[in-house]
């Protein structure tokens, strides 16, 4: 069973040409005071950040001392710790370490290099071409789409767009 979807009912609409003109002049008050109140927002998670940035920060270098720390004990004992290589975990009685081995992966820097090399030496095999529908063309000849499945051309959709107006002040 299919739900659908009602749009919402409007609660409100100005009456007359004032009301409208009035209710813009609201919008641009509300919005303006919406930015006021989002930057006093962020100058106080600025102030909360610096005030604990220092903290965060030296938790942040003892801890990577201290894994670093561990880490050097742990390769360095890594044979015993690991019955030989058998496992690739070690617990310990707060946790555990493990090594994992990462799966292969390709990175390409210069891929418009890369893909030319490639070509050069034959191994077309290593070159995807995609196929995707050209949206572009299809605006130019709407005509010759017209009528296949899967394909809407859509025009006319008209967006209502509100400018409140508002004198623009530079910052010296």
Same mark, same amino acid.
């Given at each position: 069973?299919?739900? &659908?979807?009602?749009?919402?009912? *409007?609660?409100?609409?100005? *009456?007359? @040409? ?5 209710? $813009? ?5 509300? @919005? ?20 604990? *940035?220092? @903290? ?5 270098? &003892? $801890? ?6 561990? /880490? ?8 015993? #710790? ?10 310990? $009685? ?6 994992? /081995? ?6 390409? &820097?210069?891929?418009?290099?890369? #893909?030319?090399? #490639? ?8 070159? &995807?071409?995609? @196929? ?19 394909? =809407? ?7 209502? +767009? +509100? =400018?409140?107006?508002?004198? *623009?002040?530079?910052?010296?």
């Amino acid at each position: 069973m299919a739900t &659908r979807l009602k749009a919402k009912a *409007q609660t409100y609409a100005p *009456q007359t @040409q004032n009301d409208c003109a009035a209710d $813009i002049k609201k919008l641009g008050d509300l @919005q303006r005071e919406h930015a006021r109140v989002a930057a006093d927002m962020n100058d106080e998670i600025a102030a909360i950040t610096k005030r604990y *940035q220092p @903290q965060l920060d030296a938790f942040g270098e &003892r $801890i990577e001392t201290l894994r670093n720390g561990v /880490q050097t004990y742990c390769e360095a004992n890594r044979s015993s #710790l690991t019955n030989d290589g058998k496992v690739k975990t070690a617990n310990f $009685i707060t946790g555990e370490v493990n090594w994992r /081995q990462r799966p292969p992966s390709v990175g390409i &820097r210069g891929a418009d290099a890369v #893909l030319e090399t #490639l070509a050069r030496m034959g191994l077309t095999r290593f070159i &995807r071409t995609k @196929q995707e529908p050209n949206k572009e063309a299809m605006l130019n000849e709407p005509d010759a789409v017209r009528g296949i499945a899967g394909i =809407t051309i859509v025009t006319g959709v008209e967006d209502f +767009v +509100v =400018t409140p107006f508002e004198a *623009q002040a530079e910052v010296a």
